[in-house]
């Protein structure tokens, strides 16, 4: 709780905020302050979901071409990761890769990882409140050398908790031309 303390005291000023300006407006009342409680709540609710969001860097030209060229290096396998949609398009979601954050997306972004052949294990999870909202996903990948595989994270409320999946892309080729037209993040390197 203390970590969503700043979201919750900007949700209180809000409120505090929103009640006095209708209190002046249309007089006292009850509305006043109801619907100022239930708009600082909801402000509250929506920063907290956002507190696990991080600053993430953009990749450079050179690396976007280079990834957009989909040609593992000798002896790898790629896997690229995309998200896009609606629902938590503003909350960060973390991945990792056996263990090891390698990135944060938010939608619609996508970024390329370079891993040596075998197994491998993506988990995809958001930070913040919404971290708590949502079960992580997980996808075990068996990359090849000189394999490229393109996986779609996508997010959906669900009435008790949200849904988080990871699903391999049916269409390579408008996979592909769907990257083309994200914003590459940077990723970690996914191997130590």
Known sequence: MAKYL????????????????????????????????MM??????????LAGNRKVAAASAAEREAALSFQPPEG?????????GFVAKAAGMNLSVDGREVVQLKSPRFTRLVLS???????AGFGGL????????????????GEVTIL????????????????PADDLAAAKTRLSGMTMIAAEPAEA
Not at 40 to 49: D, H, M, P, Q, S
Not at 76 to 84: G, T
């Open 130 to 145: 919404a971290g708590a909202q949502s079960k992580p996903a997980t996808y075990d990948l068996d990359a090849k050398a």
């Open 76 to 84: 790898k396998a790629l896997a690229y990761l995309y998200r896009e």
């Open 117 to 123: 052949p075998g197994r491998h294990v993506l988990v």
């Open 40 to 49: 600082g709540a909801f402000t509250a609710y929506i920063l907290a979901n």
């Open 152 to 167: 779609k994270i996508g997010a959906a409320m669900g009435l008790v908790q949200g849904n988080i999946t990871i699903t």
């Open 6 to 37: 700043p979201q919750i005291l900007i949700g209180v000023a809000v409120a505090f905020v929103v009640s006095l300006l209708l209190a002046v407006v249309a007089g006292p009342g009850p509305e006043g302050p109801v619907l100022g409680a």
